[in-house]
């Protein structure tokens, strides 16, 4: 296999994009109107996550929340997302959670990026894996242009959060219907940045190789170290390149996760 030119692969490509996307993946990555500076130690990101809305509760010091699943069908408005949100199984006496606004974002370009981005993902992906083993395995290819323009459009709500301890706040959370790996390349990995928590979520068999692809992925990440990574509870970093994240930082016993830490205990993130 030749080698791999990350910059290539990853680098920004001439053109901008469509102005609304380009307004998504700014809240994704921290970054403020005029401040191109990212601020991610806010941002909880969750790949494949679909309707699961626990961390909107558990993980009360971010303030964005990024959902990136390719096949979720989500809400249409802010009536539906506050439904869903009561009914999303936060343990009892959370607190109060309603949506304040919804913006659901037309295909005005979005298909074509989001087709891009998994391109290149796949690309840097099947650098990860040296011969003999298969390129990428265990990730899905790139959907085609055709596919993606048939998925849910991406869409972003605000989160009325009202707190069992009187504590109130407005959060927001971003739905991006691309394959997660391929965002986290795009929004993160390429600018040597991290969200405060990577949540993964597969429980169940057969997404042993996905993991392992992600721990490459992540031991390559310097950034990442400074992230918690949250796994079900019967999911250990024992992968290739996830056994840094070796230190226990919190459990969650109702959702049934485990939030681990690359940082000694007295270093860990405070949740």
Known sequence: MPDFDLDVALRPRLHQPPPQLQALVNLATGRAAGDPTPHTGDVFFYDAGAGDWVPVFEFQKCKVFV????????????????????????????????????????PDGWPEEFHQWEQRGRAFITSLWPSPKAPGEGVPPPASAEASVNRSGPWAAEISRKLPNGDADTVTLIYLPVDGLAAYLHLYFRDAV?????????????????????????????????????????????????????????????????????????????L
Not at 77 to 102: E, I, Q, W
Request: aromatic share 10%; net charge neutral.
């Open 67 to 106: 959902y990136c699943d390719a096949h979720h069908q989500g809400p249409t408005d802010a009536d539906a997302f506050t439904g869903l949100l009561n009914n999303g199984k936060f343990p009892k006496g959370s607190g109060d959670f309603r949506c304040s606004s919804f913006q659901p974002y037309q």
């Open 194 to 270: 991290s969200p405060h928590a990577i949540c993964l979520p597969w429980a169940d068999v057969g997404h042993e190789r996905r993991l392992e692809t992600w721990g490459r992925m992540l031991q390559l990440d310097h950034a990442a170290h400074e992230s918690l990574l949250v796994l079900p509870d019967h999911v250990k970093p024992t992968t290739a390149g996830m056994t840094d994240w070796h230190s226990t930082g919190r459990t969650f016993s109702e959702w049934q996760r485990t939030a681990y830490t690359a940082k000694p205990a007295r270093l860990c993130h405070s």
